[in-house]
Structure formats: C-alpha cells, structure tokens
C-alpha cells in the first residue's frame, strides 16, 4: 500500500469504490447487482449526526428560492438607497458524503455492503458508521470492511474478538474484517503490514453461492495510475509516522533522503 495515497483519499475512496465494483459485476451470479450507494451526513454539535440519502440533488435557482421556505425578496420601485434590498449570494456548502458498495439481488434484497473506510468513519463519525454496521448485522447482511488508512482509530468489526489490540498496537498495519451473515459470531480478517502485497480477499454472497474474490493491490495500482499518484509530494511526513524500518524502505522506493 502506498500510505501517500491518504493525502488524496476523498479521490481515491470515490475511484476505489468504482473499481471495486467494476470488478465484483463479472464474477456475480445473473440475479445478483453491485452498486455504488451514497448519502450525505450532517453533523449537527447538539443533536449528532443525521444522515440524507443523495439519490438526486436539485439546486434550484436563487430566485426561486422560495420554493425551499425563503421568503421572496421585495424591493420596493425607489431610487432611495436607503430602501433598496441587494440581492444575497446565494452559496452551496458540501456536507461530508458517505459512499459504499451494495450487492442486492433483482428482488431488492440486500445482500452484501463492502465499506471502503474513510477518515470520518475513524474519527468523529465512528460511532455513527458502528450503529450502521449493526443494522446491517441485524438484518443478516453480510458486511466487509476494507480499512486501508494508518490513521484515525481502530473501527473495524473486531472488538469482541481480541485480535484488536494486535492490529491497534501496529499501527503500520491496514486491515481487512469480513462478516459473514450465516456465522455471525466469527470474523475473517486479513492483517495487511505496510510492505505486504494487498490481499486477494472473498467477499460473501448468499450461503448458495461461492464467493467472489477481490484484488485489492490490483485495483489500488490501477487507482495509482489513472490517478497520476506519482505526482504526489512525498517530501511530506506522514501521520502517524511511520515505524523506522518502514521510513528506510519509503525512502528507497520514493529516493527520498527522509520523509
């Protein structure tokens, strides 16, 4: 894994997710559909965060605006400065915007969610994304969990099972965490140490089907390269920083005294 990809990872979550799925489509039974879901979060300081699904989004006009709760603005036909109403700028803010893989069946049926984790689901949003991955447990939803960020905290489904504080206490280590729907009381995960090939991971369908594998370095190097990660600055230091051993062997590959 190139750990500089995290400067970048708004663009390399949404790129990733694609590929993902691109690369599910094939291997999938006839009746069986992957697709890129989103929806946007808004955090409110008092009340949590509340969660909108963005399907479609309508930008209407500022003057129509009323049409969303605003008064219509009126200015009256004078020439009084004093009297005139100016028009406001009307400007969009971008709330965070969360987006994963579904595989549903042509009766709607979901089947299975592959998160691809973010920074929001490691740090202010951790408990929000848990209460999400616990509907989906509860309604018998296979779940996996790609977590290819050195930062933020340990979130994937590992809590119950001991392992984590092995994977916490390396903090150079990516970590993949599967649940399967049908023995929901074990968890396959794929430790990744930074110098490691990325695994070649199953991902669960219904227990009548086979699995579908994954590749997840191949489809990072394609993500490097339609990306032009190259260009990124690898001058700059990493956070968390990275163990010794790993810092000497990100200088050789990048022919960087230090990073």
């Not at 009297?83 to 709607?108: F, K, Y």
Request: with cysteine.
């Amino acid at each position: 894994m190139n750990p500089f990809l995290e400067k970048s990872w708004e663009d390399v979550h949404a790129t990733l997710l694609t590929y993902i799925r691109d690369a599910l489509s094939p291997a999938l039974p006839e009746d069986l559909t992957s697709k890129s879901e989103m929806r946007v979060s808004v955090i409110d300081q008092a009340e949590g965060v509340s969660h909108y699904r963005a399907d479609i989004a309508i930008l209407e006009d500022p003057v129509d605006s009323w049409k969303s709760g605003l008064a219509p603005v009126w200015s009256p036909e004078t020439t009084d400065p004093a009297t005139i109403v100016t028009a406001p700028v009307i400007l969009h803010i971008d709330a965070p915007r969360e987006r994963w893989i579904e595989i549903r069946s042509d009766s709607g049926t979901l089947v299975t969610v592959i998160e691809l984790l973010s920074p929001t689901h490691k740090t202010h949003g951790r408990a929000a994304y848990q209460n999400k991955r616990r509907d989906y447990s509860d309604a018998g939803v296979n779940v996996v969990e790609i977590d290819l960020l050195r930062s933020g905290e340990l979130t994937v489904d590992v809590e119950a099972t001991g392992y984590g504080p092995l994977i916490a206490g390396k903090g150079e280590h990516y970590v993949v965490c599967v649940r399967r729907a049908a023995r929901p009381m074990q968890r396959e995960v794929y430790p990744i140490p930074l110098r490691e090939r990325l695994p070649v991971i199953r991902v669960p369908l219904r227990v009548t089907d086979h699995d579908v594998t994954l590749d997840l370095q191949k489809l990072v190097n394609h993500c490097y390269s339609t990306g032009r990660y190259w260009k990124l600055d690898y001058q700059r230091p990493l956070y968390p920083p990275p163990a010794p051993g790993d810092q000497a062997w990100m200088s050789q590959l990048t022919g960087t005294a230090t990073l």
